[in-house]
């Protein structure tokens, strides 16, 4: 199987910065996309930032500009650097890999963190 750990969240003022990261583990062959969705009460979840395997990326338009994703492939760990936060930020993050298991086969599959939550307030 394959586990996604996701740390970084936390409570900030607005204007500031976290660090978000999450790292793959268990059975990956390759690791096609990495990627942070996010989801606030009462809305569906969305995709925040996504980084494919040959480095190219997507943000949504609320966050471009404020929010960096990167990658560690030797570490299969993805980041996302988050700066300028606003209170509309506020949601549960969570951390999404398509994963290749098999060298023999070519599937991928999707798997999800449990989430971490990003409070943005004064």
């Known amino acids: 199987q394959v586990q996604l750990v996701e740390s970084g969240g936390g409570l900030v003022q607005p204007g500031g910065s976290l660090r978000l990261s999450c790292a793959a583990s268990g059975s990956i062959f390759s690791i096609n996309a990495m990627g942070w969705y996010r989801q606030a009460p009462g809305k569906q979840r969305e995709l925040v930032a996504r980084?494919?395997?040959?480095?190219?990326?997507n943000y949504a338009d609320s966050v471009k500009g404020r929010f960096t994703i990167s990658r560690d492939n030797a570490k299969n760990t993805v980041y996302l650097q988050m700066n300028r936060l606003k209170p509309e930020d506020t949601a549960v993050y969570f951390c999404?890999?398509?994963?290749?298991?098999?060298?023999?086969?070519?599937?991928?599959?999707?798997?999800w963190g449990q989430g971490t939550q990003v409070t943005v307030s004064s």
């Open positions: 980084i494919i395997s040959d480095g190219s990326t």
């Open positions: 999404n890999a398509l994963v290749r298991r098999s060298i023999y086969s070519g599937d991928t599959y999707n798997y």
